[in-house]
């Protein structure tokens, strides 16, 4: 198939919404479709939102996103229809952002792929929490406009679908579920990591902690599981990248802090592999996450992800098999318990790897990922013909 990309990120840049619009596009890539790039315009924001943007907060403590508003994203309409033009024999219009969709001139059949609807958001991160009741209402309206565009729409998680099926009138039959996968371009073998977990001590249990966010990536909590595991007799390290939470001359004997490592820069890309290789086990348990590609990249290293029962997250982590999920309220005793079960029998953390690695095989991955995607929108194609 030949399709248009719209995107209003970089496809090339791999830290661009965690590396997804540049995955996203390689994975239909690898499923043998020929890829338009169609990137987008910044819009401008009409001088009744910008004093909208500055009233907002000092009348109300509410804060307004000017991208979920018609007079911004009909800006969009026009160049996109202009690209379009210039390509012929289009199958379908694809996009990373429902958005777009919604603004998107073309009668061709329209899909996008995501991993939370806009109602799904309000009032789960924080960001989302202090919009304006304006926002709120236009932002809504204008998602309802992108799955009435869609010849079908791409969900990452069973959570994520049933916060749109929920908040939303969309048919059934444009509703489906194609995790993403992890955002990795060099996938190991079985035998790498049946190799790794050979190679791997047992004297101290690594605890592996990856997220810009701390606190709702559930540092604090991490942090408390790697002390409470000492507390008990098992040498424990927890290792965290993507942040650093302490000062330099705060940071507990038991935690080594990396900061954040681009895996633009291949000195840094490699230090990051060898975290997840290093690792007994990822541990970050979201008070909030949409989708979670970091526990996939977990999987990918044959590391278990431990991590909570909220949004995306259970669509990855299947219990007892590829890791654990525990109760937002879950205590950090609760974790001690597993982690200590597995990591003192070797032979359960031993399956328990083995399992990771192959959930990231059979589902993942964003090989398979593209080739369910291709295969429904062809199925699409087909009953439109």
């Not at 229809?81 to 390509?87: F, H, M, N, S, V």
């Not at 010849?151 to 995790?179: D, L």
């Not at 999920?325 to 879950?330: I, R, S």
């Not at 964003?366 to 199925?379: D, N, P, Q």
Request: glycine share 6%; with cysteine; charged share 20%.
């Amino acid at each position: 198939m030949k399709i248009a990309y719209l995107t209003n990120r970089d496809p090339e840049d791999v830290h661009s919404w965690s590396g997804l619009t540049h995955f996203i596009a390689q994975s239909l890539k690898m499923a043998g479709n020929e890829l338009v790039y169609v990137k987008s315009i910044q819009p401008k924001i009409g001088f009744i939102l910008k004093l909208k943007q500055k009233l907002f907060p000092k009348l109300t403590g509410k804060f307004l996103q000017a991208n979920r508003y018609q007079s911004y994203c009909k800006q969009y309409t026009k160049p996109f229809a202009e690209a379009l033009k210039k390509e012929s024999s289009l199958d379908f219009i694809f996009s990373d952002s429902s958005e777009l969709i919604a603004a998107a001139p073309t009668s061709l059949p329209k899909a996008f792929w995501v991993d939370a609807s806009f109602a799904g958001m309000l009032n789960y991160y924080p960001e989302f929490s202090i919009l304006h009741p304006e926002t709120v209402k236009h932002g809504n309206r204008l998602e309802q406009q992108a799955y009435d565009a869609a010849t079908v729409v791409f969900f990452a998680s069973e959570w994520a679908a049933q916060m749109a099926r929920t908040h939303y009138n969309i048919p059934e039959n444009k509703i489906k579920v194609v995790p993403f996968g992890a955002n990795l371009n060099e996938a190991l073998t079985a035998a790498d990591i049946a190799s790794n977990l050979n190679q791997k001590s047992f004297d101290t249990c690594e605890l592996l902690f990856a997220g810009v966010d701390w606190h709702r990536k559930g540092g604090p909590l991490a942090l408390k599981i790697t002390q409470e595991l000492n507390a008990m007799g098992i040498k424990a390290q927890l290792t965290i990248t993507g942040c650093k939470p302490f000062a330099d001359d705060e940071v507990p004997p038991f935690v080594k802090q990396m900061g954040f490592l681009s895996k633009k820069n291949p000195e840094q890309k490699k230090i990051y592999q060898n975290l997840f290789l290093h690792a007994h086990f990822l541990l970050v348990p979201s008070q909030a996450e949409c989708y979670g590609l970091v526990y996939c990249e977990a999987n990918a290293y044959g590391l278990p992800a431990l991590a909570t029962k909220t949004g995306g997250i259970t669509t990855i982590i299947e219990d007892g098999v590829n890791g654990k999920t525990f109760d937002l309220n879950a205590s950090a005793t609760e974790y001690v318990a597993f982690i200590k079960q597995h990591f003192t029998n070797k032979t359960l953390y031993q399956k328990l790897s083995e399992n990771a690695f192959s959930t990231y095989q059979a589902k993942l991955n964003w090989e398979v990922a593209g080739k369910s995607v291709t295969e429904i929108l062809k199925e699409q194609l087909i009953e439109q013909a």
